[in-house]
């Protein structure tokens, strides 16, 4: 009976209970820990130890745990192998409350993925199936970059099938009562994680995402993923973009096989993109052309104006040697926008993917510059999205320094000059370390202990540190108080010494905070 356990693994299965399809990753302090079924599966898929927790019964229960700063790489070990998790995080602070509250803030699946391990140059949308009466409808989005995108499909599984592996789905999304699949073979065959919705709610921030689409059927499909999607993430997603229509009959439909064969974006024998036609052709510059130009090859055009209108593009750049190689130059500069965007509206953006963001905007009116030389309507029509972002990238310049951490927490990421009030508060700490460069000099004159030295770890702070074979020379009036013993030296605290270390670590903790601040204002 759940009654026998304590109230912490009580909270656990509250939670778990609410997520029954996904390993829960419970935040106790620095880790993250799993528990009875879950912990079995993970330390198999992780090749982590299974070891027991005492939780009110007389036998312990099954877990296993990772340490938080370490936890995307194994997050992205269970997500490969087709698992979702759940993300379980403390809501307030030990001490506030009689247990610490708990809960779901993000629920990570194959299909909703959005840190570093994807592959840059590849999509990784997630698929929603609805069959309705007379054909099916298949809806795709891609929280990483954004994009979304609907068709109409026959009311077979071959057409579904072909819809899903084209686009290299790892995660379908389908309403509870969908009987018209087979589940387990395209979980079992295809490896695609298959997973139940509900929601079919059409909300009113979808409609500017429906410019293009006026079948319901489709706005239904489209709803559903977009609830699904929401729900897991635990928050909104502004940055989708409008909902493409996908016409079969604006491209070459071949089914997945024919694709193979023709080893269009990955070669028969070893399934990887070498030696592929993909490979030969892609010679792009930013991962976003990568990604275009595989959904280039994937579908390709069939009516002829759109064919002329790419070809007329090509022409003129074969013509225009000294534009393209400019062009060229210039999109080596450029960075992941699609994505970067979207992690800054996403919320998980870090110091370096926005100083990344800044140095791909700079080279907007150098290719501006480039278009406008080649004085063609069909570049025109480009410089049309090309607006003057250098209040952006100046705003970016000022705020950080040139080679930012990645992590928030490292600090040392606000450029000098930026905040009056941080500069204060780093001007107290660079003074306080110069201080106790000054007080450690004068402390070995003091004493006449020249290997004396002042040292700091977090458990003792600051300390002085004189080695056994000069303890003889300590003296009463030095006001020296024994903090720690070690093998061969005794380290001392004096009253001054602890004052200066107040000072020097309230600003280090005024300063993290006010980065931190200061940097999700910029965000």
Not at 60 to 78: D, E, K, S, T, W
Not at 221 to 229: G, P, V
Request: proline residues 3%.
């Amino acid at each position: 009976m759940k009654e026998k356990y304590t109230p912490m693994m009580m909270q656990y299965l509250e939670i778990k209970e609410q997520y029954q399809d996904a390993i829960v990753m419970f935040r106790l302090g620095d880790f993250y820990e799993m528990f009875f079924e879950d912990a079995k599966t993970a330390s198999k898929v992780l090749e982590i130890a299974l070891t027991g927790r005492d939780a009110g019964t007389a036998e312990r229960v099954p877990m296993c745990g990772v340490p938080f700063h370490a936890v995307n790489g194994y997050i992205q070990r269970l997500i490969d192998k087709g698992y979702k998790v759940a993300i379980v995080e403390q809501l307030t602070q030990p001490g506030v409350d009689k247990i610490v509250k708990r809960g779901v803030i993000q629920v990570i699946t194959p299909g909703t993925v959005m840190e570093d391990a994807m592959n840059f140059k590849e999509n990784n949308f997630i698929a929603c199936y609805v069959s309705y009466e007379f054909n099916s409808v298949v809806g795709f989005a891609d929280i990483s970059t954004g994009e979304t995108s609907v068709m109409m499909i026959d009311k077979n599984e071959e057409a579904l099938i072909d819809a899903l592996l084209s686009n290299n789905i790892k995660e379908l999304v389908v309403l509870e009562n969908e009987v018209n699949l087979d589940h387990r073979k395209l979980q079992e065959n295809y490896h695609i994680l298959i997973s139940y919705a509900d929601n079919v709610t059409f909300k009113e921030a979808y409609k500017p995402l429906f410019k293009q689409i006026s079948d319901m059927k489709m706005i239904k499909t489209m709803s559903i993923l977009f609830n699904y999607l929401v729900e897991t993430q635990k928050r909104e997603l502004p940055y989708l973009q409008e909902v493409r229509l996908i016409e079969n009959t604006d491209y070459l439909n071949m089914d997945v096989f024919t694709k193979n064969s023709l080893e269009l974006l990955t070669t028969i024998r070893q399934n990887e993109k070498y030696g592929s036609l993909f490979w030969l052709l892609d010679h792009t510059k930013c991962a976003m052309g990568s990604r275009l130009l595989k959904q280039w090859i994937d579908k390709p055009l069939i009516e002829q104006t759109a064919i002329e209108k790419r070809l007329d593009l090509v022409e003129l750049l074969i013509d225009n040697y000294l534009e393209r190689e400019s062009l060229k130059e210039i999109l080596k500069d450029v960075y992941d926008l699609e994505r970067l965007a979207a992690r800054v509206a996403y919320g998980n953006v870090n110091p370096r993917d926005i100083k990344w963001i800044g140095t791909s905007l700079k080279v907007v009116p150098e290719l501006r510059n480039q278009l406008l030389a080649l004085n063609h309507p069909l570049t025109n029509e480009l410089l049309v999205d090309l607006i003057d972002l250098s209040e952006t990238t100046d705003l970016i310049d000022r705020a950080l320094v040139d080679n930012p951490p990645i992590n928030l927490k490292d600090g040392g990421l606000i450029r000098s000059g930026y905040s009056a009030q941080l500069d204060e508060f780093t001007d107290a700490r660079d003074h306080g370390k110069q201080w106790i460069l000054e007080f450690e000099a004068k402390e070995k004159e003091r004493t006449g202990i020249k290997n004396l030295k002042i040292g700091y770890n977090r458990v003792f702070g600051y300390y002085i540190e004189v080695t056994k074979s000069y303890l003889s020379q300590i003296k009463d009036e030095f006001l020296y108080t024994r903090k720690q013993s070690l093998a061969n030296a005794e380290r001392f605290i004096t009253p001054e010494l602890k004052e200066m270390e107040n000072k020097i670590l309230s600003a280090e903790d005024k300063i993290t905070k006010l980065e931190y601040q200061l940097f999700t204002e910029l965000r």
